[in-house]
C-alpha cells in the first residue's frame, strides 16, 4: 500500500514538473530548435534577398554552399583569425582568471569583495562603451598606451591600424574584459577544496608549488574544463569586439569567422551562404568541446 502510495506522489510530481516547465521548454522549442532546423534547410538553399520577396524563387541546391565555402579564401582567412584568438586569447583569458582568483581567495587579500566588484566590472559593462574607451587607449597619436611607450623611447603603434598588431590588440580587450567572469568560477572551485587537505601538507611540510601541483590543480580540474569550454565556445563566436574596433580590418586581419557569416547574411544577404558558414562553425566547436572532454579523461 505504501509502495503505491510513493508511486502515485512520484507520478504526481513529475506531472507537476512537466507542467511548470511546459512555458520555458516550449519557449526553447520556438525559438531555438525551429531556428535551428530552418537553418540547417536554408543551408541547401540559395536562399537570398529576392527569396524574401518571392518564395517561388527559393531553390534546394544540395551541398552546393558548402562546396563554395571550402573554396573560398576569405572563409579561411576568417576562420584562422578566429582559431588564431582562440588559441591565444583562451589560454591567455584562463590563466588571467585564475592568477586573479587565487588573489582574491587569499586570507592576506582584505576588501575582497571591493577587488571581485572592479574585476567584474568590465563582464557586464556595455562593449560599446568599453570600445569608446579602449579605442582612445590604442589612438596611434593621442592615447594612452603609445604615450607610456615614448617615456621608455618606444615609437607610436598604430595598434589597430597596423595589420600586425590589430588583433593583438583586439585579444588584450577581450581578455581584460572576460576573465572576471571565470575568475568568479575559479573563485568558486578554490573554495570548495577542503582546507584540511592544506593543513596536512603543511603538517608533511609540503612546499607551495607541490601543494599547488598535488592538491589545487588536480581539485580545480572540473572547474578548469569548465571554464575551458565555455571560453573557447564564447571565443569561437568572436564578434563584437572586431566589428566594433577595426570592422574586420585592417586587410581582414582581424574578420573573424562570426563576423564573415554577419557579413554575408544580413550585408549582402547570402542567407543560405550564411547558413552553411554557422554550421561549419558548429561542427568546429562540437569536436572542440568533444577533445577537451577526452583530454580530462585521459589526464584522470
Known amino acids: 500500500m505504501i509502495k503505491k502510495k510513493q508511486t502515485i506522489n512520484l507520478k504526481t510530481t513529475s506531472t507537476a514538473a512537466y507542467f511548470f516547465l511546459a512555458p520555458a521548454l516550449s519557449a526553447i522549442f520556438i525559438f531555438f530548435f525551429i531556428p535551428v532546423i530552418a537553418a540547417f534547410i ?18 534546394f541546391i544540395g551541398f552546393d554552399n558548402y562546396i563554395k565555402l571550402f573554396k573560398d579564401d576569405l572563409f579561411w582567412t576568417a576562420l584562422g583569425n578566429t582559431f588564431y584568438f582562440v588559441v591565444v586569447a583562451g589560454p591567455l583569458s584562463i590563466a588571467v582568471s585564475l ?27 556595455t562593449l560599446v562603451a568599453v570600445a569608446i574607451v579602449w579605442r582612445f587607449i590604442y589612438h ?20 589597430l591600424g597596423d595589420p600586425n598588431w590589430a588583433m593583438p590588440s583586439i585579444i ?8 572576471g567572469y571565470n575568475m568568479i568560477i575559479f573563485i568558486a572551485g578554490l573554495q570548495n577544496i577542503p582546507e584540511e587537505l592544506y593543513e596536512a ?17 588536480p581539485m580545480l580540474a572540473p572547474t578548469t574544463i569548465f571554464v575551458s569550454i565555455i571560453t573557447m565556445i564564447g571565443y569561437f563566436q568572436l564578434f563584437a569586439e572586431p566589428y566594433v574596433m577595426t570592422q ?3 586587410l581582414n586581419k582581424t574578420l573573424s569567422i562570426v563576423q564573415y557569416m ?9 542567407m543560405g551562404y550564411s547558413a552553411s558558414i554557422a554550421f561549419v562553425l558548429f561542427i568546429i566547436i562540437f569536436i572542440g568541446t568533444l577533445i577537451q ?7 584522470k
Open 248 to 250: 574586420g580590418g585592417p
Open 293 to 299: 572532454f577526452k583530454v580530462q579523461k585521459l589526464n
Open 140 to 159: 596611434p597619436n593621442f592615447g594612452i598606451l603609445n604615450f607610456l611607450l615614448s617615456i621608455v623611447g618606444i615609437n607610436p603603434i598604430d595598434w
Open 172 to 179: 588584450l580587450l577581450a581578455v581584460w574584459k572576460n576573465f
Open 99 to 125: 592568477i586573479a582568483a587565487f588573489m582574491l581567495n587569499s586570507k592576506l587579500v582584505k576588501f575582497k569583495s571591493l577587488f571581485r566588484l572592479s574585476y567584474f566590472l568590465p563582464v557586464v559593462t
Open 201 to 217: 601538507a603543511d603538517i608533511e611540510g609540503v612546499s607551495a608549488f607541490q601543494k599547488f601541483k598535488y592538491i589545487t590543480l
Open 42 to 59: 536554408i543551408s541547401f538553399t540559395d536562399f537570398d534577398i529576392y527569396t524574401l520577396g518571392n518564395f517561388s524563387t527559393l531553390r
Open 262 to 270: 554577419y557579413q554575408e547574411g544580413f550585408r549582402w544577404w547570402n
